[in-house]
């Protein structure tokens, strides 16, 4: 594996940015806070964020990444042999984040059809553990940013699938109704008598963000002119990683970064304690 979140966290301790938008419009690469956002996840993945030249960048993208996505079709990164990464703006701690037609994922696999071609075939794999990287961002400062793996956020893929498919079942006893395939809830055909128009079903799923999911384990932060930082993952993860990054992050001598055991409520069963690590930062 080239990269991953531990040496993301890693990279992110030496360079803690909290004027992204100003940073990334410097150098001529984003044009919204939404793709300074996303430059910046990828540069801490690859530790380019001090890197000027688009070529030099480009080349440290392709040596860590065998997908970079676009706004329409999770997920935003995958890692060369490793984890998938969703990146999310938000511009209150309040707010809840859309994810539009894709329903949340405790883990990406590789047959789900809201994801492209090239994403599939990006790699030989059949499912993939994905971080969602959700960053608040006011008036082109980042001031909170987090990073949780699905399956500590998100349950199974069959409580939403249930949903979808009981919609879309129902749709098919209608009467009178023309129906055609599509990744969509549904799609029904020549609604008027000429025949011209359609009605496209589509879901819109919204979920808490992890402000106020995880705020038993975490406080709710007050807007600063720092960086907060936190990363949520199940124990068993973080063990999974090489012992070389997990040393370098335990062995940092900084007061701002904090690394504990916690208790995290599954998310198929709440009744259900998990062990989890928590992973705070604090420019």
């Not at 042999?81 to 405790?106: H, T």
């Not at 055991?261 to 604090?282: G, H, Q």
């Amino acid at each position: 594996m080239i990269t991953n979140l531990l040496k993301a966290i890693n990279n992110l301790t030496q360079n803690p940015i909290h004027a992204i938008r100003q940073h990334y419009t410097g150098i001529n690469r984003a044009n919204s806070m939404g793709e300074a956002l996303e430059y910046y996840v990828r540069d801490l993945f690859c530790g380019s964020v001090n890197v000027t030249t688009e070529q030099e960048r480009n080349s440290i993208y392709s040596a860590n990444f065998s997908y970079l996505g676009n706004q329409n079709n999770p997920p935003d990164i995958i890692i060369r042999g490793g984890d998938a990464i969703e990146v999310k703006k938000i511009e209150s701690i309040r707010s809840g984040i859309a994810l539009n037609s894709s329903y949340p994922k405790s883990k990406l696999y590789a047959d789900s059809p809201m994801i492209t071609q090239a994403c599939r075939e990006c790699e030989s794999w059949a499912a993939k553990d994905i971080v969602y990287v959700i960053g608040v961002v006011n008036r082109d400062q980042l001031n909170v940013l987090w990073l949780v793996y699905g399956d500590c956020y998100a349950a199974d893929k069959e409580i939403y699938e249930r949903i979808k498919n009981t919609i879309s079942s129902g749709l098919e006893t209608l009467e009178g109704i023309e129906l055609s395939q599509t990744n969509e809830l549904g799609r029904i055909n020549r609604v008027d008598p000429l025949g011209i128009t359609c009605l496209r079903i589509r879901g819109m799923w919204h979920i808490d963000n992890p402000i106020r999911v995880y705020d038993y384990v975490s406080e709710i932060p007050a807007l600063s002119n720092g960086l907060s930082v936190n990363v949520v993952m199940k124990k068993e993860k973080y063990y999974a990683f090489p012992d070389e990054d997990k040393n370098r992050l335990e062995n940092l001598s900084d007061p701002r970064l904090d690394i504990k055991d916690i208790m995290l409520k599954s998310p198929n069963n709440p009744a259900n304690l998990e062990e989890a690590k928590l992973i705070t930062f604090r420019s």
